[in-house]
């Protein structure tokens, strides 16, 4: 082929990097606006620090202590920045063009942060399980690597062993979500997916209770994990190989024709719509993973039912956010050109995955598959915000998001309350008459329910009616409807679990409710308070949403 | 900035509400009171409200209120009534202190020893009574916030909200006669209010994509969408604002079904028989008296006042469906075998009057129709509150369990009477006036419709009368012989009930002069005229 | 030799790999493929970085090998883990939790 | 004076109010002031009366405005009155039998325990029926229109505990309900045609709109007329409605209740004169209802309920008349008023029977009962002279008036009325002597049967004192009884003469219903001479079967004829197999169909989600190598739909 033939194109790879290394500059830094990520990694670092020189006893506090500060200082520089106009008019391009500093990126960074800290807390909550041997303990395995009801694990539980290191873990996805979606590059994009999953990984096999199922659910999530980003790294090969560069901008003014110079050497590649569609729709499935659409959702009911309670409820949320930030930049950003071509596609996915997480989870039997199908049909819907391609549509994924996670890691912190002998008891027969033993419980339960099924004054209702109203101005009626009629559908079961709760006679050997300590309370408490404002005065959120919702590019 | 009346008739019972819910467990009767009293300062509310209405203002709402809520949609915290509405507010208000204190015992633990199980698993924190009187109120307040929204998305979001306290009423407080056993009462009873909920959820989300649609409609031709009413009138009116033929069917459709499953109109209405027949009696009123009064009163405000076009092109189907509403709950009434079921079913048959009223687009049509609101509210807790009254006597919805109560309980079965005569509109009571403007009102338009539609009333007297024979008559059956007749309480209920029955059929000037300036309204948003008698007399009389 | 057919290669891997995943059941194996589907996309990389002539995929490719270094640290931790409890490495064997 | 003329409705409906509400200390005293009431109202019309003779014939219509009822835009009713001649006339009959029957009921319930109550309702009955003759327009005049229908209903049924009672009061009500469709309909034609439904600017409007619109409306009035005075085919609450206590009977299915549907169309006699369709309807209606309830009469055996089918028959009269338009106007009237008063007596004379034989209500288990209650035997023997039309008696004048209009109505269409009224004469005569002979002639059979266990009508404490199974002791009823039997009877004797002489009946009525000599082909004499020919058949016959040979005290089966008249010639079996049974098919199939198709599209919708759930849900089968699949899958598919979208 000739592009091959041309040797200048090839050599002058070596004579550039030979001839002049005083023309290396080094890179520029805007450390001030990566703040937020730093922070939070360097806590993690901090923490990795902690588990290895102080004693074991002293270690709890410390990293405790560590993430509730890193965290909150992390998100004490996202406020910083966005007042300081780092949102609107001063948005920019940081670190060499790997990562955005905007509107949207800091909102869900926020976003991310605020889960994150309730996250925490439920991470770190130690009055649910019975004290043993003395020590009280939290939801994570005394000893991970000991097997499951063998001597080691005994003379770990007995030793009162536990598993601190889940706190730099958790610090360690935080910081590879906050990169996610501000991330400006491809590269950046598939690092930062890594950098919060593998911890994710390793954190659904801490389970105290049921270690089997809880190991069973992180070689599942690893396995698929690492088979999507695969595709995704793939689908990234493949796009830089279309556009020549992995950087946003570039591909997008490539895609958009911009860049008119093009060698015919590259004639190949260059420009080849091919590789930008194999190569975008196989970014788009590796980001589609991570979200729970439809046809890639099979790995949610299994790890959110296997992964600890904590895990699952900061999976569910800060997961999804991410995820969705950085599928809104992919699409907004990157192909918005191609919008004719993706729009379709995703509305097919939109559809099936409102309509499949909604009738299948209609049968489920266990409250923690319950709500990961549930959450299956809820990214259908903000996918429905998504495919607006308005600035409502943005707007509105970003408030749908921040609604949704709390309700989400406060239905979590709830199920965590429920035992009984075997740990959770998260089958829903065992949940009869839960509502008339501790109405408390019931109610906070049956509101987070309600919000999920998008009852008015609830966050849910503000989110879903800011979603299909993006969604209809941006000419997506039909969704519209598919959307309403799902959220039938979905109402059916949310429904089914407060009959179940308030109208059905307790069981006498029923599980109990733990008193959680301030933490899960907190937890707990904050999901309603959210659930509740957003639902009754949305107003500020909106704005800022709106506020938040352009791309810098 | 005056007092803002409207919200304040609806803060009171929401105050009443957490004020019940806080009572510790142990009060009942406390709370019974706390209840009671809210309610009732609920109705001081509303009749000072109605006093300060003024019928014959040239504005289109009063007492309205006006604060900004989510800009962002569009949406604005409004409130105003228009002479329709204040009543309909007043009957809310009029109501709930009666459903209060019928269902006074309804949601005491039951009288037999607890099941010892049950009481320690529940560590005594599940307080029932409190949460029923809780519940009561807060249905009350959120409808009497829908019907003084005047922002369709306020609207709606008490239209929906509304749903889950009625809900668990329903689920939660069951009717304790009636199956076989506790198991069977237990799911007959989580069946209806399941089957309450998603209906009007399933109706309410499709009148979502509807308000949706709506927004997308008036941000695409206003520049920023908006929801008041008052706004898209005068848009509407300038012309700044047109939708499309289509469009606005479609919109129309969406309201309209919201509001077709909570009147109930056929044949969308099988919820209804379940969770009046599964609820105790005070809840079935508040179901069948208030709650799905706001189906018909939207109908009225919201489908004909945003789309009239749409409305009179849907009206023949409408009218039919309305029609066939009438005779079809009527004669299901005459099949049923339970009691409360039958007032369900009759109540079916009564809304379709209702709908039939204000679909017929006369002045007497639609001043029946809102009339008939307000009577069949009364009318209707009448009867049911004594039903319940003697359901709770003989622990038996069924019909076939009852025989010769006029023998053992004389009142009751007086009551019980009057509450039938005024379900099938003996003139001389509320509803006869109402049935019959409907009636004339349709006739004048559409006379074939007007005349199936009065066979409608010998049906209901053969339901209301066979029901009365089959219990109230014959020989005393086992099980009633030692019936108590009507307490102090349960007279404090139906009597003045039945003496607003007995006022408004002879004096219905105070609420006709009330909605009248309403419905001339409606009938000039739709723009049509009633129609002209072939001979008008009156000019005659008037030369005279 | 023409850049373009070391794509194709890449290709090839990349389907054996995901082949692999689709087929093998023992999860060190199914592992192994992932990581052969990730050595495709790097072929991919210097293949379309010596085509374009810049050094974005040669870098994208060294991340990579980093990556999945990571992954297999944490990957075999968790073979290995659920190997010692259920003396078996098979992927088909971990399906306690369905529907 | 016009201002008195509410005080008519609302004297005995504050004594409904108080008796009905007041409880039980009203027990003791209630029924004399439910008779105060009642008598205070007929006070009320007599010195309306007065008032009204005073004023010039054309001006005697009087009228009060109370207020404004309903007011909706374009709608206008009121609750106001107008005492014309016509109202002046029921007001009085209905007030003065009404008085004497509360007066006779005083007695007649001495022994039941929910007397007050009974006293309620017959105030109550009292005021709606004054409405009803008083109203100024349709919509007032339906309001008293249903309710007498209510008090008909609740006083038929007062012996509630008798399942037969509680049906039979059901049926009233409902068989009236049809015909109240009927008014309804009728006002709302009013109402659409001349914006009003006021007696005054209708009836005078009536020469500006088409012919078909009257029609409608007539027939519509008919067929509420047929349902409130139990004219074909609606009659057949009547004969159960006898079910009521006697008092009952007499009042409001004798003299008053049953004929506001002769009331109704009179009124109405405008509207009827331009509809001749409409008229031609009313005289069939009338002329078929007179033979039929006359041939039921022939064959009762129930002392009420002969007396029933010949009521339904004598209305047949009125309405007939009626039906002929200013011919028969005021004939009907007078026929209704004299029949008032020998119906009224007949029908207490029957309850003073009873009342004395335990209850009994079977003539064939009489006989011979002259000697035991001597002025029940005067005073109905009175009676039956009026009503078969014994010259000089009251019911001879008014019968004989309205068979002559009948012949005047002209054609071959007066000949067959004609014919039709005095056949029924004749067997008006065969039917009402049978009742007097069986009753009161003829051995004492009562002394056999007294095995039979009585049916009591009254309330039980009452049948026990007078023993279930002994035998009668006929005695005399006590004076509150007999003296309204007494009055009566002289209305009986006298008022058809009073009103004749001079036609003063016909020249009071006139200036409101106007009156028309018609023209008859057959002279005044030869109609009397043929009536009282017939009559004297009649007797005859009925002497021949009856009198000369001794009764059966068990029916003997009788002619086919005979046996369909037992049950009302089959009209019961009719409604029975047609609209009972047909509609029982009808809601219990509606009831299947609202459970299994409109319920079960529902439930069946719910079942496939979950069934497509259950099927969807097997997808998920836990091994991560087939999650592997449908990631591949989805990537394909994905990939493919970009490509194609292009493609497209």
């Given at each position: 082929?000739?592009a ?13 990097a ?11 830094i ?12 360097g806590a993690?670092?901090?923490g ?20 509730v ?8 520089a996202?406020?910083?920045l ?6 609107t008019s ?9 990562i ?12 991310i942060l605020?889960v ?10 130690r009055?649910?399980?019975p ?10 395995a005394a000893?991970?690597?000991?097997v499951?009801g063998?001597?080691a ?21 935080v910081?590879g979500m ?23 990984y390793v954190?659904?096999?801490l ?9 069973e ?14 595709f ?44 930008l569609?194999i ?5 788009l499935?590796?980001?589609?993973f991570?979200?729970?659409a ?5 790995w949610?009911p ?21 995820a ?9 950003v990157?192909?918005p050109?191609?919008?004719?071509d993706?729009?379709?596609?995703m ?9 499949a997480?909604?009738?299948?989870a209609?049968?489920?039997?266990d ?10 049909a ?7 915000g998504v ?9 509105s ?6 609604a ?7 239905a979590?912190?709830?199920?965590t ?34 919000a ?9 209702f ?23 009629v799902?959220?039938?559908i979905?109402?059916?079961f949310?429904?089914r679990?407060i009959?179940?709760?308030f ?22 408490a ?19 949403a ?6 810098v590019? | 900035m ?7 008739t ?28 809210f309610s ?7 009749a000072?409200a ?9 504005d289109?709402?009063q007492l ?14 409004e409130?105003?009534v228009d ?10 208000a009029?109501?709930?202190?009666f459903?209060?204190?019928?269902g006074?015992?309804?949601a005491d ?20 009574t409190q949460?029923?009187f809780?519940?009561?109120l807060?249905v ?16 709606y ?13 329903i689920?939660?407080?069951g ?5 076989k ?17 998603l ?42 604002l ?15 079904f ?14 209804l028989?379940n969770?009046?027949g ?5 809840v ?9 009064k706001v189906g ?18 849907a ?10 509403s009438?005779?079809?709950g009527?004669?299901l ?10 007032v369900?079913y ?20 639609q ?6 609101m ?18 709770s ?5 069924l019909?076939?369990?009852?025989g ?9 079965a007086?009551?019980?009477?009057i ?6 509109s003996?003139p ?6 109402s ?11 559409y006379?074939?419709?007007?005349i199936?539609?009065?066979?409608g009333?010998?049906?209901?007297a ?10 109230m ?5 086992a099980?009633?012989?030692n ?7 349960e ?9 607003l ?27 049509k ?6 001979v ?9 | ?8 290669l ?12 689709l087929l ?7 592992f ?8 495709a996309?790097?072929?991919a990389?210097?293949?379309f970085?010596r ?12 991340f ?10 944490i ?6 883990m ?8 098979s992927?088909d064997?971990?399906s306690?939790?369905?529907? | ?36 009431l ?8 007599v010195?309306?009366f007065?008032?009204?003779?005073g ?6 219509a ?7 009822w ?10 106001a009155?107008?005492?014309?001649q ?17 007066i ?5 319930m001495?022994h039941?325990?929910?007397?007050r ?5 017959l ?8 409405l009803?003759?008083?109203?100024d327009?349709?919509l007032?005049?339906?309001?008293g229109?249903?309710?007498v ?5 609740l ?6 505990h008798?399942?037969s ?39 005078e ?26 004219q ?13 206590p006697?008092p ?6 004798a003299?008053?209740m ?13 509207i009827?004169n ?10 069939a ?16 055996d129930?002392?009420k309920?002969?007396l029933a ?9 009125m ?7 200013p ?6 009237i ?10 009224a007596g ?17 003539m ?6 002259r000697?035991?209650?001597p ?11 009026a009503?078969?039309g014994f ?15 009948a ?6 269409e ?13 067997i008006t ?9 069986l009753t ?7 002394r ?27 005695h005399e009823?006590?004076?509150?009884m ?9 209305g009986?004797v ?12 016909v020249?009071?009525?006139e ?11 057959l ?5 009397t ?11 005859a016959?009925?002497w ?9 005290v ?16 089959l009209?019961?079996?009719f409604?029975?197999v ?7 098919h ?18 069946g ?33 994905l ?10």
């Amino acid at each position: 082929m000739s592009a091959v033939a041309d040797p200048v194109t090839v050599h002058s790879l070596w004579t550039m990097a030979a001839e002049s290394p005083d023309k290396f500059k080094a890179p520029d830094i805007e450390y001030g606006q990566l703040a937020p990520t730093l922070i939070v990694i360097g806590a993690a670092i901090v923490g990795v620090l902690i588990e290895a020189l102080l004693p074991r006893k002293a270690r709890y506090g410390a990293q405790l202590f560590t993430s509730v500060l890193g965290i909150a200082a992390a998100f004490a520089a996202v406020i910083g920045l966005a007042v300081g106009d780092y949102g609107t008019s001063k948005a920019r391009i940081a670190a060499e063009g790997a990562i955005a500093v905007d509107g949207p990126a800091l909102f869900l960074q926020g976003t991310i942060l605020l889960v994150s800290l309730v996250a925490v807390f439920t991470f770190a909550e130690r009055r649910l399980d019975p004290v043993a041997h003395g020590n009280r303990v939290d939801s994570f395995a005394a000893q991970a690597a000991a097997v499951p009801g063998g001597d080691a694990e005994k003379e770990a539980t007995k030793a009162g062993f536990t598993t601190t290191e889940v706190f730099p873990l958790l610090l360690f996805a935080v910081g590879g979500m906050l990169v996610f979606p501000a991330a400006n590059d491809l590269l950046t994009l598939f690092i930062a997916l890594e950098v919060f999953s593998l911890p994710l990984y390793v954190l659904c096999a801490l389970a105290r209770r049921q270690r089997l199922v809880s190991q069973e659910a992180a070689v599942k999530y690893f396995l698929l994990g690492a088979f999507s980003s695969a595709f995704l790294l793939f689908g990234i090969a493949l796009l830089y190989g279309y556009a020549g560069s992995v950087t946003y901008g570039r591909i997008a003014d490539v895609v958009d024709g911009e860049v008119a110079d093009i060698t015919p050497a590259l004639a190949q590649t260059m420009g080849n719509d091919a590789l930008l569609l194999i190569g975008g729709a196989m970014v788009l499935m590796g980001l589609l993973f991570k979200i729970g659409a439809v046809p890639f959702h099979m790995w949610t009911p299994d790890v959110y039912q296997g992964a600890p309670t904590p895990v699952t409820g900061f999976m569910a949320a800060a997961t999804k956010v991410a995820a969705f930030g950085a599928l809104l930049r992919l699409l907004y950003v990157v192909l918005p050109g191609l919008r004719w071509d993706w729009r379709p596609v995703m509305w097919g996915v939109a559809i099936v995955t409102m309509l499949a997480g909604a009738i299948v989870a209609v049968t489920q039997t266990d409250v923690k598959r319950l709500l990961a199908y549930s959450s299956i049909a809820h990214a259908g819907f903000i996918l429905a915000g998504v495919i607006a391609t308005n600035e409502e549509g943005v707007s509105s994924v970003l408030f749908y998001l921040g609604a949704y996670s709390f309700v989400t890691l406060g239905a979590f912190a709830v199920v965590t309350l429920v035992r009984d002998a075997g740990g959770e008891a998260t089958h829903l027969s065992k949940w009869a008459g839960l509502g008339r033993r501790s109405p408390l419980v019931g109610a906070v339960f049956a509101v987070f329910l309600l919000a999920f099924a998008g009852i008015p004054l609830t966050s849910g209702f503000a989110g879903k009616f800011a979603v299909f109203k993006a969604a209809a101005e941006g000419g997506a009626g039909a969704l519209v409807v598919v959307g309403v009629v799902s959220s039938a559908i979905a109402a059916f079961f949310y429904i089914r679990v407060i009959v179940l709760m308030f109208f059905s006679e307790p069981r006498a050997d029923g599980p109990t409710v733990a008193v959680p300590s301030v933490l899960t309370s907190s937890a707990i408490a904050i999901g309603v308070a959210v659930t509740l404002v957003l639902g009754i005065a949305p107003q500020y959120f909106l704005e800022l949403a709106g506020d938040a919702g352009v791309f810098v590019r | 900035m005056s007092f803002p009346l409207l919200t304040a008739t609806a803060v009171a019972p929401a105050v009443g509400a957490v004020a019940v819910a806080a009572v510790p467990a142990a009060q009942r009767t406390l709370a019974k009171w706390v209840a009671l009293l809210f309610s009732l300062a609920t109705l001081v509310l509303a009749a000072v409200a109605l006093v300060r209405f003024d019928p014959d203002s040239e504005d289109p709402y009063q007492l309205t209120e006006s604060h900004a809520w989510i800009a962002d949609f569009g949406v604005r915290y409004e409130l105003g009534v228009d002479g329709i509405g204040v009543v309909l507010v007043g009957l809310t208000a009029l109501l709930v202190p009666f459903v209060v204190l019928a269902g006074w015992h309804d949601a005491d633990p039951p009288a037999g020893a607890p099941d010892a199980a049950t009481q320690s698993v529940t560590h005594g924190r599940w307080r029932p009574t409190q949460g029923f009187f809780a519940l009561i109120l807060m249905v009350e307040a959120m409808v009497i916030l829908s019907f003084a929204a005047t922002d369709v998305f306020l609207f709606y979001v008490f239209f929906e909200a509304m749903l889950i306290p009625m809900y668990f009423l329903i689920g939660g407080f069951g009717d304790r006669a009636g199956h076989k056993n506790e198991q069977e009462t237990a799911t007959q009873r989580s069946y209806a209010a399941v089957k309450f909920l998603l209906y009007n959820l399933a109706g309410g989300l499709i009148m979502l994509a509807a308000v949706i649609g709506l927004y997308a409609v008036t941000a695409d031709d206003l520049g920023s969408g908006t929801f008041s009413l008052q706004q898209i009138a005068e848009a509407r009116a300038s012309g700044e604002l047109s939708i499309s033929t289509n469009t606005e069917r479609l919109l129309f459709l969406g309201f309209f079904f919201a509001f077709a499953v909570k009147a109930p109109l056929w044949p969308l209405h099988t919820w209804l028989p379940n969770a009046m027949g599964e609820s105790t009696a005070p809840v079935a009123v508040l179901i069948t008296a208030v709650v799905d009064k706001v189906g018909t009163f939207a109908m009225l405000r919201y489908c004909l006042h945003l789309f009239p076009e749409a409305s009179k092109w849907a009206t023949p189907v409408i009218l039919v469906l309305a029609v066939i509403s009438i005779l079809y709950g009527a004669l299901l009434a005459v099949g049923q075998r339970d009691i409360k079921r039958l007032v369900a079913y009759a109540s079916i048959s009564h809304f379709g009057f209702i709908i039939l009223g204000i679909f017929a687009m006369t002045s007497q049509g639609q001043s029946g129709a809102t009339l008939y609101m307000v009577n069949h509210g009364i009318s209707t807790a009448a009867l049911m509150l004594v039903a319940g009254f003697l359901i709770s006597r003989r622990g038996s919805r069924l019909i076939a369990d009852y025989g010769g109560v006029q023998k053992v309980a004389p009142v009751l079965a007086g009551t019980f009477l009057i509450g039938g005569l005024a379900t099938l509109s003996l003139p001389g009571l509320a509803p006869f006036i109402s049935e019959f403007l409907v009636l004339v009102g349709t006739f004048s338009r559409y006379p074939a419709i007007g005349i199936i539609a009065t066979v409608g009333i010998v049906l209901a007297a053969l339901y209301v009368l066979v029901l009365y024979q089959r219990t109230m008559t014959g020989p005393v059956k086992a099980g009633v012989e030692n019936m108590p007749d009507l307490r102090a309480r349960e007279l404090t209920v139906v009597v003045p009930l039945i003496a607003l029955l007995v006022f408004l059929g002879v004096y219905p000037k105070p609420v006709t002069e009330m909605i009248d300036p309403a419905v001339d309204r409606t009938l000039s948003v739709v723009d049509k005229q009633d129609p002209k008698p072939d001979v008008p007399v009156q000019d005659v009389e008037a030369a005279k | 030799m023409n850049p373009i057919n070391y794509l194709y290669l890449a290709a090839l891997l990349f389907t054996i790999g995901a082949a692999g995943v689709l087929l093998r059941r023992n999860a060190i194996v199914v592992f192994m493929c992932i990581e052969l589907m990730l050595n495709a996309c790097n072929l991919a990389f210097v293949s379309f970085s010596r085509m374009h002539g810049n050094l974005d995929g040669q870098i994208m490719a060294f991340f990579t090998m980093v990556v999945a270094a990571a992954e297999v640290v944490i990957g075999l931790a968790i073979i290995v883990m659920i190997f010692r409890s259920r003396h078996s490495a098979s992927v088909d064997d971990a399906s306690l939790m369905k529907l | 004076m016009e201002n008195l003329i509410g005080w008519l409705v609302a004297a005995p409906l504050l004594g409904a109010a108080v008796l009905l509400c007041g409880g039980k200390r009203l027990d003791r005293l209630g029924h004399w002031l439910g008779t105060l009431l009642a008598a205070a109202s007929f006070v009320i019309g007599v010195l309306l009366f007065v008032d009204m003779l005073g004023e010039d014939e054309h001006h005697r219509a009087m009228h009060q405005h109370l207020f404004s009822w309903i007011p909706v835009s374009g709608f206008q009713a009121d609750v106001a009155f107008q005492l014309d001649q016509l109202s002046m006339t029921f007001v009085l009959l209905i007030t003065g039998v009404g008085t004497l029957i509360h007066i006779y009921s005083v007695g007649y319930m001495e022994h039941d325990d929910r007397r007050r109550r009974f006293f309620g309702y017959l105030n109550l009955f009292l005021a709606a029926m004054l409405l009803l003759v008083i109203a100024d327009n349709y919509l007032l005049l339906y309001v008293g229109w249903e309710g007498v229908g209510l008090a008909s209903y609740l006083l038929i049924g007062f012996w509630q505990h008798k399942p037969s009672a509680a049906t039979a009061a059901k049926k009233a009500f409902l068989v009236n309900r049809v015909g109240d469709v009927g008014l309804s309909i009728a006002i709302m034609l009013m109402f659409t045609t001349f914006g009003t439904f006021t007696f005054g600017p209708v009836l005078e409007a009536t020469g500006e709109t088409g012919e078909g619109k009257l029609t409608a409306i007539g027939l519509m009035l008919l067929l509420a007329a047929c349902g409130k005075s139990a004219q074909v085919p609606l009659q057949s609450w009547l004969g159960d409605a006898m079910e009521g206590p006697t008092p009952v009977s007499a009042l409001i299915h004798a003299a008053t209740m049953v004929t506001a549907g002769v009331y109704l169309i009179t009124r109405s006699g405008a509207i009827f004169n331009a509809a001749p369709d409409a008229q031609t309807a009313v005289v069939a209606v009338g002329a078929v209802t007179l033979i039929f309830g006359a041939i039921v009469g022939c064959a009762k055996d129930d002392i009420k309920k002969a007396l029933a089918g010949s009521t339904m028959s004598q209305i047949g009269y009125m309405i007939l008349a009626a039906g002929l338009g200013p011919i028969g106007y005021v004939f009907a009237i007078m026929h209704l008023v004299t029949h008032g008063f020998f119906k009224a007596g007949l029908f207490l004379g029957a309850g003073s029977v009873m009342h004395g034989m335990n209850d009994e209500v079977d003539m064939r288990k009489y006989g011979g009962l002259r000697k035991y209650m001597p002025i029940t035997f005067i005073t109905f023997g009175l009676g039956y002279l009026a009503i078969i039309g014994f010259p000089g008696l009251s019911g001879f004048f008014s019968k004989d008036k309205i068979i002559e209009a009948a012949f005047a109505k002209g054609g071959t269409e007066g000949w067959i009325l004609g014919g039709t009224a005095l056949l029924g004469a004749a067997i008006t005569a065969y039917y009402m002597t049978r009742v007097m002979l069986l009753t009161f002639f003829g051995e004492e059979r009562w002394r056999k049967t007294a095995t039979r266990s009585p049916e009591a009508p009254s309330a039980e404490p009452a049948a026990e004192t007078r023993g279930e199974h002994a035998e009668p002791h006929p005695h005399e009823s006590p004076k509150s009884m007999t003296i309204p039997m007494i009055v009566l009877a002289f209305g009986s004797v006298f008022a058809g003469g009073l009103f004749s002489v001079g036609d003063r009946f016909v020249h009071w009525l006139e200036p409101v219903t106007g009156h028309d000599h018609g023209d008859s082909p057959l002279s005044a004499t030869t109609v009397t001479l043929s009536t009282v020919a017939v009559l004297v058949v009649g007797v005859a016959l009925a002497w021949a079967q009856y009198g000369r040979k001794p009764v059966p005290v068990v029916a003997p089966r009788g002619s086919l004829l005979t046996r369909a008249a037992r049950r009302d010639l089959l009209q019961d079996d009719f409604n029975h197999v047609v609209l009972v049974r047909g509609g029982e098919h009808l809601t219990r199939s509606l009831v299947y169909v609202d459970h299994k198709l409109v319920d079960g599209v529902v439930n069946g919708t719910a079942a496939s989600v979950g069934g497509l759930s259950g099927r969807l849900r097997r997808l998920q089968n836990g091994y991560a190598r087939s999650y592997a699949v449908s990631m591949f899958g989805g990537t394909a598919v994905l990939i493919a739909a970009t490509l194609l979208m292009r493609a497209v």
